[in-house]
């Protein structure tokens, strides 16, 4: 008896508690709530420009390279969550080939995490790792930092970022554009 006396009572404050705790939290306004959308692709070709500053750019200007080098690529883009005022949790790849108008083979990969506004406004941050086999250490990590805007033109959308590497030998601006093909 004493058995089945406790196992109701353990239920019956289980049960309550769980109560009393949603009853106790506050509904999450509207334009807060996350969507249940399915996920997007939002890739697309990207080129631009990376410009060195300090140790690096002096290194360049060494060997005969400019401290100015272009980039083409590609952006892997995946929308994983949208609140219904608009916003947008991304993931995303950028794949680049750079300094090809120099003779160079400069490999770059970054991964970031970012969010993007109902407006397009944007930013993220993550890892990058950039190859280059002219480059006695070949293989260069740093973090990178970017915003930008993804700009509505008719029927598409046009992505425009402005990146910065924080990495030894000083900092390295990327500037990007491109297209969604998504």
Do not use: C, H
Request: glycine share 12%; net charge negative.
């Amino acid at each position: 008896m004493s058995r089945i006396f406790m196992i109701a009572a353990s239920a019956a404050l289980f049960l309550g508690a769980g109560t009393l705790q949603a009853q106790e939290r506050p509904e999450v306004p509207e334009e807060y709530r996350v969507k249940k959308l399915p996920s997007q692709s939002l890739s697309g070709p990207r080129f631009g420009f990376t410009a060195f500053t300090g140790q690096t750019a002096d290194n360049r200007d060494a060997i005969g390279l400019e401290p100015i080098m272009s980039q083409f690529g590609w952006q892997f883009e995946r929308q994983l969550v949208s609140t219904s005022n608009g916003a947008q949790a991304l993931l995303e790849w950028v794949l680049l080939v750079g300094g090809v108008e120099q003779g160079e083979f400069n490999g770059s990969m970054s991964f970031l995490a970012g969010l993007r506004t109902r407006d397009g406004f944007e930013f993220g941050a993550g890892p990058n790792f950039n190859y280059n086999p002219d480059n006695p250490d070949q293989l260069t990590q740093s973090m990178i930092v970017a915003v930008g805007a993804t700009v509505p033109m008719g029927d598409f959308y046009v992505p425009v970022n402005v990146a910065m590497g924080l990495a030894e030998g000083g900092p390295r601006i990327n500037v990007l554009l491109g297209w969604i093909v998504g």
